[in-house]
């Protein structure tokens, strides 16, 4: 188990490095206003999109084999399991909300100014956050708990 929770996180790290990152180039290619720099931001976005795409794949298959063989019978009844489970779909969410948002660069069909983008930039870092102090420190979580 410890073999697969190793892969667990290094696929966890990989698919982040994705999640905080390709925002941030939403960000400037909000603000680019030349053709040779919007078809160079539209590939970079798919090439990375692709990359965190396999990231984050790996990601769920590690983490469901955790679940399957282990984290379900361990923390099945704990609060902070049941919100860390909704926090990842959350993020299996975000990150296809990020692959429209690439189609919708990719096509011109940009919506957002880079404001916009610099508060969803901060959208997995906070589910970061809180993912690893449940996982971590295994808070009571009062009515969740039982």
Excluded at 29 to 40: F, K, L, P, V
Excluded at 79 to 102: D, M, N, Q, S
Aim: include cysteine; hydrophobic fraction near 60%.
């Amino acid at each position: 188990m410890l073999w697969v929770k190793a892969f667990h996180v290094i696929f966890v790290v990989a698919w982040y490095a994705g999640l905080l990152y390709l925002p941030r180039l939403f960000v400037y290619h909000a603000q680019t206003d030349d053709t040779i720099g919007d078809e160079r931001f539209k590939v970079m976005e798919r090439k990375l999109f692709m990359i965190m795409t396999a990231g984050g794949i790996g990601a769920l298959v590690f983490g469901v084999w955790l679940v399957a063989d282990y984290a379900w019978a361990a923390f099945a009844a704990s609060g902070w399991f049941k919100v860390k489970l909704v926090l990842a779909g959350a993020l299996v969410l975000y990150h296809a909300w990020c692959g429209k948002l690439v189609a919708d660069f990719a096509a011109g069909r940009n919506r957002h100014g880079h404001r916009f983008y610099r508060i969803v930039n901060e959208v997995p870092a906070l589910i970061l956050l809180a993912m690893v102090i449940l996982v971590v420190v295994k808070p009571s979580m009062g009515g969740l708990d039982g």
